[in-house]
């Protein structure tokens, strides 16, 4: 079963002025008003939020369907926008493994994988002994996935209260929450390198391939700062 004190201390992590949860609820009520502007339901809505948990692959999700792109055609693209969680997922899980855990909580958690409990559990993860820190880790992860569905209720209710400049304000402030987090963390070379580079490169492959710049920019500017890093080592 799952311990209690450890679960509600990972659940009670996320509170505070700078916490990541903060600019997690303020892009989910972004995301919970575009849901409503495209048609969706209150109960479709939160039943999206519950199931996906990640602003890109909502974000994806909701503009695949204003062009009428076809269901498979969606899937596809949620589950590769999503595919930017599998590092987060090889770096987080050795952290929390232990043999005397059983196995489910391990795949119950992987659910929780996202940039803001990403964020909380490594700055905690130290204060918590190995063997508990899988219970900690849920702790957020429900936090964290329960302000993402309040949030898309408030951003519904509130919808037309809210216009377009107001939405993309909103809705970005998650990427800068963690490019700021990742600019304070630059203690080696490899992280500085990625984020210089990817901050020069995306704009400079946008002349060429708009549709593609990020991707190509991220992708160059993490393999440069890699070797670099690994040959200054």
């Known amino acids: 079963m799952i311990d209690p004190k450890y679960f509600l201390k990972g659940f009670?992590?996320?509170k505070g002025v700078g916490s990541p949860a903060i600019a997690l609820g303020a892009s989910f009520i972004a995301i919970g008003a575009l849901l409503k502007n495209l048609g969706f339901s209150i109960q479709e809505s939160i039943f999206s939020t519950f199931l996906t948990y990640a602003l890109p692959g909502s974000l994806v999700?909701?503009?695949s369907m204003l062009i009428?792109?076809?269901l498979i055609n969606i899937f596809i693209a949620v589950w590769l926008v999503n595919a930017r969680l599998y590092p987060m997922t090889?770096?987080?899980m050795p952290l929390l493994m232990h043999e005397n855990q059983p196995r489910w909580k391990y795949y119950l958690s992987c659910h929780f994988i996202a940039v803001s409990s990403w964020l909380i559990m490594k700055d905690n993860y130290e204060d918590i002994e190995k063997e508990n820190r899988i219970d900690f880790w849920i702790g957020i992860g429900t936090a964290t996935?329960?302000?993402a569905i309040?949030?898309?209720v408030i951003g519904y209710i509130a919808s037309d209260f809210l216009n377009k400049d107001m939405l993309i304000g909103l809705a970005i402030i998650n990427p800068i929450y963690f490019i700021c987090m990742m600019l304070g963390a630059m203690k080696t070379m490899q992280i500085s390198l990625s984020v210089i580079l990817g901050a020069v490169l995306g704009p400079a492959f946008y002349f060429f391939s708009p549709e593609w710049s990020i991707l190509f920019g991220g992708f160059f500017a993490g393999t440069i700062a890699f070797f670099i890093g690994e040959k200054n080592d």
């Open 68 to 70: 009428g792109a076809s």
């Open 12 to 14: 009670k992590s996320i």
């Open 145 to 147: 996935w329960s302000v």
């Open 90 to 92: 090889v770096a987080l």
């Open 150 to 152: 309040f949030s898309t």
């Open 61 to 63: 999700m909701a503009e």
